[in-house]
């Protein structure tokens, strides 16, 4: 099996793309993008500019977004997507993403030619790259970050080498953006979809609303599955221990059975949950590539299908925080919980693996901090290739988080917070 596929761009499939764009947009019920005239006009000052475009990746849907903030500049980005998404409906998803400039990487490993073909696309002049700063798997959490990964801001810098080896007063710009999803329905019909939606999951569950509002029996539903899930691994919950230290303890106890039962090398039991996970997948996936390595565990077909799933339901219980929904009960809070739930009880797509469209329509604000150069830190890195890594990776997360916390305030609580009595 090729372990990197390259892009190969194709202008009439590219339009074609450009042409079913809309209806790309309603599949994942995605009814408008909306970007402020101001940053459009920004947009279009970077057309002949060597750019990073870094965004947040709640969902599956931040590369579509991504392709229409490109046509706005007048150009075509780069992308990069995990190498087993090529594969995928019998290598037709790789050729349509080789058509429109993506390109394979292999978590986990120093991916030598993806990191070249990403160098020098920024290399090239008015070469543009899309970037998520946090990772795989997805976030899952439209007003949250996860941590973010320093090789991303490596890699940008070492494409900035190769432009200037061409070009001495060459830079790269880097744009950080954030995208926020906000239903558009009116709040009698969101609180009748949630009502019929958590309702199946009551059901299946053997649960009975009784009295409570919407956000106590979210929180019924959760500590019903978590329970069930401290059944499932024989843990012992005790009385002083509150939602979120179970919940963490459930999530790492499925992670570290799944690494004892691989038998996955260097794995590190402190590590967080995110890490645990990312080492994972990126093992999974190297199985699946059959990749060239004596030390993956050797594992059936069975095996690795069990492994995957307690991955995707561990990922779910990752981004399942109670905080979060407690104390800011917006609807969109509240169904990035029902997207757990659907997933964990119903057997819904997860968001793991792309998840399902929002369950109404939503429009997604797109908003920008002001560009800046990447080779304003050169000098630093080249001093102190930690210090001046940490200095991007530093003002890319303060860029993000003050853009994150504007975002927050464009949506409203449906319940009052933290109105939880006993749940």
């Not at 500049?73 to 050729?95: D, K, P, Q, W």
């Not at 219980?317 to 917006?330: A, G, N, Q």
């Amino acid at each position: 099996m090729e372990l990197f596929i390259g892009p190969k761009f194709n202008l009439p499939l590219a339009w074609l793309s450009d042409a079913a764009y809309p209806l790309l947009l309603k599949t994942r019920n995605i009814q408008s993008i909306e970007i402020s005239q101001t940053d459009k006009k920004m947009l279009r000052s970077l057309k002949e500019q060597r750019l990073l475009f870094f965004s947040n990746h709640p969902s599956a849907a931040e590369p579509v977004i991504a392709w229409h903030i490109a046509n706005l500049i007048g150009s075509r980005f780069h992308y990069m997507a995990t190498r087993r998404a090529f594969n995928f409906y019998l290598g037709l998803v790789g050729e349509l993403f080789r058509s429109v400039n993506v390109f394979s990487i292999i978590p986990g490993i120093p991916d030598k030619k993806s990191m070249k073909m990403a160098r020098s696309v920024l290399a090239r002049p008015a070469g543009k790259l899309v970037l998520y700063p946090e990772g795989e798997p997805v976030c899952g959490e439209n007003d949250d970050l996860m941590p973010m990964m320093p090789g991303i801001v490596k890699l940008g810098l070492g494409g900035l080498e190769d432009a200037r080896k061409q070009e001495p007063g060459a830079d790269i710009m880097v744009l950080p953006g954030f995208i926020k999803y906000v239903i558009q329905s009116p709040r009698d019909v969101i609180e009748k979809d949630l009502h019929r939606s958590v309702s199946r999951v009551e059901r299946a569950l053997g649960l009975r609303p009784g009295n409570r509002n919407m956000l106590r029996r979210f929180l019924q539903v959760g500590r019903v599955i978590l329970e069930q899930l401290e059944q499932e691994y024989n843990i012992q919950a005790g009385p002083e221990q509150d939602f979120e230290y179970r919940t963490g303890h459930v999530r790492h106890v499925m992670l570290d059975n799944v690494a004892t039962k691989l038998g996955v090398p260097k794995y590190d039991q402190s590590a967080d949950a995110i890490q645990k996970l990312r080492h994972l997948t990126s093992i999974l996936e190297l199985i699946e590539l059959k990749y060239p390595n004596p030390q993956l565990p050797q594992i059936s077909k069975s095996e690795w299908d069990w492994a995957d799933r307690e991955c995707v339901r561990a990922y779910d219980f990752i981004t399942i925080k109670r905080e979060y929904l407690v104390s800011y009960p917006t609807p969109e809070r509240f169904y990035e919980w029902l997207a757990r739930f659907e997933s964990l009880v119903l057997g819904a797509k997860p968001r793991a693996l792309g998840g399902e469209g929002f369950h109404l329509p939503v429009k997604a604000v797109v908003s920008f901090a002001k560009p800046f150069a990447l080779g304003d830190f050169q000098a630093e890195y080249n001093r102190d290739k930690t210090n001046g890594l940490h200095q991007v990776l530093d003002r890319l997360q303060s860029e993000l988080s003050t853009l994150r916390d504007t975002a927050v305030q464009l949506t409203q609580p449906i319940v009052e917070p933290y109105d939880i009595g006993e749940t």
